[in-house]
């Protein structure tokens, strides 16, 4: 019959405990047998309470002493071998499940979290077979598969209830089956479209505080053992700290969506607000980018660098278009945008480059007057890139000028009003095809 459900808590402590119990009680019928005889042949040869043990000379009496010695400390030490490797297979899990929980806590894409948890699953229980499926409404959908024909499953959904993963989804509870074929629980529907034979199961919920979001199912441990109870009891460790990853990435995939579709009102509402600056955000955006690459600047420097180029005229926002040319209403933007920014919380990281693009490597800027390096790296690229679209674009507020003539004009202010370095840089990297409306 199969296994039911059943806690897997301190399942390793209850095992080493039998283990003890029993090696003692080896140990303990070896030392009264030995008793026994000694009593019955050395001290007390007429006792009658002893008069089952039959009459035989001291030799034997030594072999037999010997012997039960010797079965006793082969049973003991056997004993205590598996002991140890209980204790060293656990230790290993357990290093290993400590190694990937930090891991998961880490990655910050959910497609990528989700392959990491089914990879270190079935590594933790070598499993042949294995998926993950996550709750969409009242369904459980594929989401990552290992196995046979596994492509064939990815996006197939199930109803909550149905099957061994339907069941556990349903009940909130962890499932241990060691031959499926005998439990009414199990649909072969899925193995029929796969044409995989599932033998054994180990199903355990990803749950949270407001309920279960999805399930891990593992099919089939290898050599043909039945999963046991520290496999359950680690897996189910696993799974809830990997419900906790999953739902941290979502909301950082919510944030990122929320920050992608807030920076497009802003750059729409830039370009209604100044036409003379349609498209000019991301075009320096472009030519940031390019800088980037060639910095070997990290994704995340990357990442800050990108949004600061498309947000860095968001100040304008809250000037009168009509004076948004002048002098003084125009050198009011940066430290406008800056603290419009800067109270969004995955905006902050940016301020300071809206803030300071405005700077002049020889300290002649605004709004602080800052020089040299003491002007964020990622600011002095944002100046280099929109001097140059402001000379080259043809909905720039000036009068546009060649690639060349552009090229020119920030090489002969290399050095005073840009950063020298950065220029030779851009120049050399930045080509006319990279010039686009």
């Known amino acids: 019959m199969a296994e039911e459900n059943r806690s897997a808590k301190h399942s ?94 880490e990655e910050i894409y959910g497609d990528i979290l989700l392959e990491k948890i089914m990879d270190s699953a079935l590594a933790i229980t070598n499993s042949d077979a294995g998926s993950i499926l996550l709750m969409d409404s009242d369904t459980l959908v594929f989401k990552i598969v290992r196995g046979q024909k596994a492509e064939t499953l990815i996006g197939t959904a199930i109803g909550k209830g149905k099957g061994i993963a339907g069941w556990v989804a349903q009940t909130g509870e962890p499932l241990r089956l060691k031959d499926v074929s005998r439990d009414g629980r199990f649909n072969p529907d899925i193995d029929t479209l796969t044409g995989y034979r599932t033998k054994s199961v180990l199903c355990v919920p990803l749950k949270i505080t407001s309920g279960v979001i999805g399930v891990i ?117 940066p430290k406008v945008g800056y603290e419009m920014i800067k109270p969004i919380n995955f905006y902050a990281d940016i301020a300071p480059f809206i803030l300071y693009h405005h700077e002049r490597f020889d300290g002649h800027g605004y709004p602080g007057q800052l020089a040299g390096e003491d002007i964020p790296l990622e600011a002095r690229i944002i100046h280099i890139a929109e001097a140059f679209d402001a000379m080259v674009s043809t909905t720039s507020y000036r009068v546009p000028v060649s690639f060349t003539e552009a090229v020119e004009e920030l090489k002969r202010k290399s050095g005073t009003q840009f950063d020298q370095e950065l220029v030779e840089l851009f120049v050399s990297n930045v080509e006319p095809q990279h010039i686009k409306p």
Do not use: W
Request: net charge positive; with cysteine.
């Open 217 to 333: 199912e593992l099919l089939n441990k290898r050599g043909g053992y039945p999963y046991r109870e520290r496999d359950e009891e680690i897996i189910t460790y696993l799974a809830e700290q990997a419900a906790i990853s999953i739902i941290k990435t979502r909301f950082f995939e919510d944030q990122k969506n929320y920050e992608i579709h807030l920076t497009d009102m802003l750059l729409e509402a830039i370009d209604y607000h100044i036409p003379e600056k349609r498209g000019h955000s991301r075009r320096v955006a472009r030519y940031s980018n390019i800088m980037a690459k060639c910095l070997n600047m990290t994704e995340q420097e990357k990442k800050r660098l990108y949004f600061a180029s498309l947000l860095h005229d968001v100040g304008f926002l809250k000037i009168n278009s009509d004076n948004a040319f002048k002098k003084e209403e125009y050198m009011r933007h």
């Open 12 to 105: 390793v402590i209850r095992e080493i405990t039998e283990k003890i119990r029993l090696s003692v009680a080896v140990i303990a019928f070896v030392i009264l047998t030995l008793f026994a005889v000694i009593l019955k042949y050395v001290y007390l040869p007429s006792a009658t309470y002893l008069n089952f043990l039959p009459d035989i000379s001291v030799t034997v009496i030594v072999t037999i002493a010997l012997i039960l010695a010797l079965i006793g400390l082969f049973y003991s030490t056997r004993i205590s071998l598996q002991m140890v490797r209980i204790i060293r297979d656990y230790a290993n899990r357990l290093e290993k499940i400590l190694s990937i929980t930090r891991d998961l806590r």
